[in-house]
């Protein structure tokens, strides 16, 4: 998929005196993140089969602050979120969809109490509504008869309460849905929340990822869905830890829907 | 009045008095944490709590000790009514005062004696966990010392309350049995019957039995009595605060931390020239000590009051820290030891306090002493310790806290955290890449 994507910005739209159905905020690591591209690219390739009438900030958006504020800088929290959201009610902004669970908090938890109140929703749960809405439709395709398993993002999981909507659309595959021992509100950490993913871990006897990657991998998957580009990023370094890359693989479920459609 | 009653009633006065003491100097301990208002969303709370604390639904997650402690809960709330009827006995110098409800008392009785029997098997059996198959949680360095004491004493305690009950009522049965006058015939003996004879109890002389059933009697009074007061320098304080901890949960997703409307004012001021900067926070006077406004929390008195109940609450169980992802992969990190410290730092001040007779002088010491930067900066804030643990309590917020503190007040991090907040501040991203660069994934 290296074929530019026209992808129309909040500003353009507003310039022409429209609103999208919904705002799509790719965040940092969508933006940035060459592995995590990948799953804003087949996110958006979902979102034009669907015929959605999206929109992104674009060159507006700016990090939500939650590695900042998890790592106890609240000044620059503020700095952020304030900034976000006057953007954001600035473009009359009803509904957000977005890929990352740490976004997704953020917007849907944190900027209520700076004005910005937003319906907020995980990309995981907008697949899983346009499936039932029947706007796209997805049957098996290449991970039918592939046994997956769903690694829960705990900022989706324990911390906003959404456990069934990613297991929901990995269902519509057709394919072997496998649970790891540590699942939905018991579900282990990849390690890069609270602001992890940009330190070093603090010494220890393992990494976190490495439990957890050994933890998937046992289930005998094929595939390790997951639902955060950092979770993303932790199993897939996981996975070539144990060696594993050839067998196993670590996809986004976004990556998973556009992939076995053929979007 | 007999010399007997006079000496019960001023054991129960003695000992109530006491107890209500030691609870009002744990109160104040709470208190000197910041306010906070969680009174809103009553209905909720009142439904958190039938559910979590009363009806021990986080307990059942891990199924053996879950259903054991929810015998031990049981017997402890049921056999409480035997203990109302100790009471009228003592007081008014009676004997089985509650025999006048017929075949009601018998089943009282029965269920008591059964329940009893539980309650003595589950702790005899977490004794066992504890110190003979050496669970993980139950034998980490972070109990060293007084608390796994503690928590022996506790189910040895519960273990005599419980054989000094049946026994009671076996030498009671026994003496009912051979119709000594003041045994009157009543209740159903279903454990302490079988216990009787197996004890031999029907041949003993009536004075003997007497005797038994009597230092049995005062034994169990005396030991709920010094158990009542054992709680408040023990662990055990959870079986009263597990209520009003889990009525005063966190009701917001786990994930959400908690505001700091000032600092949210003074951004506000700082982006907009029209807001004016917020005014200086009224002084907050605490145990008579002034207490500077602080960015997080250096001390007990910087966190909330709940976070403080949290401290009380925390029984040591270890649940939270058995799912922690940092410390079952080797980190220092416990969720467990971080509300051990909070607690043993909040009793420290509170000895303190009593020493100034009620005021307080810095010590030079903090919750920082015990809880090092290593600890705060293993937390990923997954939240499997506040999912996990069975009363709500919630170390996150308490690390949150500390780690505002670190950074705000001390600018002390960890270096690759600095870059990140370097970024974050001028590109408006967690990495080197400019607001420019935003759009080029639908390029490449």
């Not at chain 2, 301990?29 to 009553?42: F, Q, T």
């Not at chain 2, 080797?330 to 100034?356: F, H, N, Q, Y």
Request: hydrophobic share 45%.
């Amino acid at each position: 998929m290296t074929d530019p994507v026209r992808i129309p910005t909040m500003a353009e739209l507003a310039a022409a005196g429209e609103a999208p159905e919904v705002l799509f905020w790719v965040g940092c690591a969508g933006a940035f993140d060459d592995r995590a591209r990948r799953i804003t690219k087949a996110f958006v390739r979902i979102l034009h089969a669907a015929k959605v009438r999206f929109a992104v900030l674009g060159t507006e958006e700016s990090c939500t602050g939650d590695p900042a504020r998890r790592a106890g800088n609240e000044f620059l929290f503020q700095m952020q979120a304030q900034q976000n959201v006057a953007v954001l009610n600035g473009y009359g902004v009803k509904r957000i969809v977005t890929a990352c669970p740490h976004c997704f908090n953020t917007l849907r938890n944190e900027y209520p109490a700076l004005g910005g109140s937003y319906e907020v929703m995980h990309h995981t749960q907008f697949i899983n509504a346009l499936l039932k809405e029947g706007r796209i439709k997805v049957e098996g395709g290449d991970f039918k008869g592939k046994r997956i398993t769903f690694h829960d993002p705990c900022y989706l999981g324990r911390g906003n309460g959404e456990y069934e909507a990613p297991r929901e659309v990995l269902l519509k595959l057709d394919a072997a849905l496998v649970e790891m021992k540590r699942s939905r509100a018991q579900g282990f950490c990849c390690g890069a929340g609270g602001a992890q993913m940009f330190k070093e871990a603090e010494p220890g006897d393992k990494e976190v990822n490495h439990e957890r990657s050994e933890e998937a991998v046992a289930t005998g998957a094929q595939i390790i869905a997951a639902g955060c580009p950092f979770c993303n990023t932790m199993l897939t370094d996981g996975v070539k830890k144990l060696q594993q890359e050839g067998r196993v693989q670590v996809l986004d479920v976004a990556e998973l829907i556009a992939g076995a459609g053929e979007l | 009045m007999s010399p007997a009653q006079l000496l019960f009633i001023a054991l129960l006065a003695g000992g109530g008095i006491l107890f209500g003491r030691n609870l009002m100097r744990v109160r104040r301990n709470i208190l000197l944490g910041r306010d906070e208002d969680r009174s809103n969303r009553r209905a909720e709370r009142w439904a958190v709590m039938a559910r979590v604390a009363l009806g021990q639904g986080k307990m059942v997650v891990r199924p053996v000790a879950g259903l054991l402690h929810i015998v031990v809960y049981a017997g402890f709330v049921i056999i409480n009514i035997e203990v109302l009827e100790i009471v009228v006995d003592g007081v008014f110098g009676t004997h089985r005062a509650f025999a006048f409800l017929g075949p009601a008392y018998d089943l009282l009785i029965g269920s008591f004696e059964v329940l009893a029997l539980g309650v003595w098997a589950a702790c005899a059996i977490f004794l066992v966990r504890r110190n003979l198959i050496r669970l993980r949680r139950f034998v980490m360095k972070e109990l060293d010392g007084w608390p796994r004491t503690d928590a022996n004493l506790i189910l040895a305690t519960e273990i005599a309350l419980m054989s000094a009950f049946l026994l009671m009522n076996a030498a009671d049965l026994a003496l009912q049995q051979q119709q000594v006058e003041h045994y009157v015939q009543v209740g159903a003996f279903p454990v302490s019957g079988p216990l009787a004879s197996l004890l031999g109890l029907h041949a003993l002389a009536p004075s003997t039995l007497i005797a038994i059933e009597r230092t049995c009697w005062w034994f169990h009074i005396i030991g709920i009595m010094a158990f009542l007061n054992y709680l408040v320098v023990s662990k055990h304080l959870h079986i009263l605060l597990a209520f009003p901890n889990t009525w005063y949960s966190k009701l917001e997703p786990r994930t959400k931390v908690a505001e700091m409307p000032r600092v949210a004012d003074e951004v506000r001021s700082m982006l907009d020239a029209t807001v004016p900067p917020p005014a200086a926070a009224a002084p907050r006077t605490v145990a008579g000590a002034e207490m500077p406004e602080r960015f997080g929390a250096r001390d007990v008195f910087d966190l909330t009051w709940k976070n403080l109940l949290d401290a009380y609450t925390c029984t040591e169980c270890g649940r939270c820290t058995s799912e922690c992802p940092a410390n079952l992969t080797g980190k220092l990190l416990s969720p467990r030891k971080v509300m051990m410290d909070t607690r043993d730092r909040l009793e420290e001040v509170g000895r303190a306090i009593d020493v100034g007779k009620g005021t307080w002088k810095d010590d030079g010491r903090s919750l920082h002493t015990r809880i090092s930067e290593e600890e705060l900066w293993a937390c990923t804030t997954c939240n499997a310790c506040t999912q996990a643990c069975p009363v709500n309590i919630d170390p996150v917020d308490i690390i949150m806290q500390m780690r505002r503190y670190k950074v705000m007040e001390e600018s002390s991090t960890r270096p690759a955290l600095t870059g990140m907040f370097n970024n974050v501040e001028n590109n408006g991203a967690p990495w080197a890449f400019g607001p420019d660069k935003r759009m080029d994934w639908a390029r490449s």
